[in-house]
């Protein structure tokens, strides 16, 4: 890519010292860069919980409250039409889907009491063909491309059931076309409310213990791949009036989050003004965050120089120290190179070859994060794609690679760029914004939830930018919350953003155990 091309939004969201118009109007863009308990249960429960939250099991639960049924004509219809021409439907009608990928209907759903619940879709397929649709709720793949076969006509009608966890109060269950056919036409959802599964049992750290890389995911103590999902903090230069113990235990209690990324800058007056005192701070950050049974990712925040050569010695000695403070623990992941830019795969891999191994000769345990080419866009944002670090791995086990986004400006191409790549080499995405590129602007969260429930899926940890009370849309707190301390819990201080991606976060864990 020229200059002109290159993704500026990523520097100056980063930098949080630039105004807010962009510094380089008509540069153009390369094609485009989800209050409930947690599932936390051990042993055999917790096999059979997480077994229901995924769609797999074959019995319902023991029903408490008689089923409701919600009409797909009363939902919320996207691309898609209400029809009552084929006899057998309930209610007023159904929805038809139109023939496009991504037609969908919404229902809303409120649940008595926190739980699992079985949901009964009633559908007809008069064609041959499957018409495959992704089941959410609350924004969360309950049931990723699930199959809704031929019926044999469009008067005959059939069911099929997922099973999920609701939270108390107000819920949404979406089901979306996954193929360019749409999906099936929809009669209705009926919803039958469950137990509430056992107590929460641990934090994440408790539950999952220590974190490792098995083949493309990340897997917990017990061998099983799992998703965690939290928030980075801005620069710890400009904001650590964001970072006190009540936006902390905000952050693990009402939020829920599984993890904090705790971003050290090098240069933009950061660590190389005073590293002595901002070690201390990151060092001090992780023993917080590890407190409260959150993992922590150690993020060196390398942006500009773009070659991480540039800041290789400053490396080694930032993350021998924080090594040795806080070896033992089983909850840190290391980033080595926040966002590469401007230099070939290949030179960022020597960087990665000669970071690791310092990390390693302390911490012998640690996932390690790998930052890619073009703003760890995997490439993309240099015209490059995902093969060259598939074909040409960094030569280091328990390793995974950085992947960011902006989902307004970072569409399809980068969509599917992360899809490719997950199913090849672990992927983590540690940082992503539901705005565009500069992290500013009107919240596309149509886009993100495609990220969303693709991460979800394929079991892609992430923390989304950023924990702060920044000026620009892409900071979860309003103006002044910081200087204020708090309130920290519930929406109040929230920007739109903040509200949306709490809302993520706060949906149920799968953590299987056993």
Request: proline content about 5%.
């Amino acid at each position: 890519m020229t200059l002109a091309t290159r993704p500026w939004g990523l520097l100056f969201l980063s930098l949080g010292k630039f105004p807010s118009n962009n510094p380089f109007p008509g540069a153009p863009m390369t094609s485009a860069r989800s209050a409930r308990p947690r599932l936390r249960s051990l042993g055999a429960a917790g096999t059979a919980a997480a077994a229901l939250l995924l769609g797999l099991a074959t019995a319902p639960p023991a029903a408490v409250a008689a089923p409701v049924t919600h009409e797909a004509e009363s939902g919320t219809v996207a691309q898609g039409v209400v029809e009552s021409n084929h006899a057998g439907f309930t209610g007023s009608g159904f929805v038809n889907y139109d023939n496009v990928t991504g037609s969908s209907v919404q229902w809303n759903v409120k649940a008595a009491q926190a739980g699992s619940a079985t949901v009964t879709l009633r559908y007809a397929n008069g064609t041959s063909a499957d018409r495959p649709m992704d089941i959410t709720v609350n924004g969360t793949a309950v049931a990723a491309g699930k199959s809704f076969a031929g019926t044999g006509a469009w008067t005959s009608w059939a069911t099929t059931t997922v099973t999920a966890n609701l939270k108390a109060g107000a819920n949404t269950v979406r089901a979306t076309a996954t193929t360019a056919a749409g999906g099936p036409n929809v009669d209705h959802i009926k919803v039958e409310g469950a137990t509430t599964p056992p107590p929460v049992v641990g934090t994440p750290v408790e539950v999952n213990g220590q974190l490792s890389v098995c083949g493309t995911k990340l897997c917990n103590q017990y061998g099983k791949p799992v998703q965690l999902r939290g928030m980075s903090s801005h620069g710890t230069q400009w904001y650590p009036q964001c970072l006190t113990d009540g936006s902390l235990d905000a952050l693990a209690t009402d939020w829920r989050a599984d993890i904090l990324r705790v971003s050290t800058y090098v240069q933009e007056d950061g660590w190389e003004t005073d590293p002595t005192r901002y070690t201390n701070l990151a060092s001090t950050l992780i023993d917080q965050a590890t407190a409260r049974g959150m993992y922590v990712i150690v993020d060196w925040h390398m942006l500009d120089p773009g070659d991480p050569h540039a800041n290789l010695a400053n490396a080694r000695t930032f993350f021998t120290d924080i090594a040795t403070r806080h070896q033992g623990k089983n909850n840190i992941f290391y980033e080595v190179a926040n966002e590469p830019s401007g230099v070939s795969w290949s030179r960022i891999k020597s960087y990665h070859e000669q970071i690791v191994p310092v990390i390693r000769n302390i911490d012998g345990n640690a996932p390690i994060l790998l930052g890619t080419r073009a703003w760890s866009s995997l490439g993309v944002s240099e015209g490059a794609t995902e093969t060259e670090v598939v074909s040409n791995p960094v030569n280091a086990s328990n390793v995974m690679y950085t992947f960011h986004f902006y989902a307004k400006s970072h569409r399809d191409a980068y969509l599917n760029t992360l899809s490719r790549a997950a199913d090849r080499i672990p992927v983590f995405v540690t940082e992503f914004g539901t705005q565009d590129y500069a992290g500013e602007g009107a919240n596309d969260f149509t886009m993100t939830q495609k990220y969303l429930d693709l991460m979800a899926a394929k079991k892609i940890s992430w923390t989304n930018w950023n924990f702060s009370d920044d000026f620009r849309s892409g900071a979860v707190f309003k103006e002044g919350t910081c200087d204020s301390n708090g309130p920290w819990a519930g929406t109040s201080s929230l920007k739109e953003a903040g509200v949306w991606i709490r809302d993520r976060i706060r949906s149920a864990d799968d953590f299987p155990t056993s």
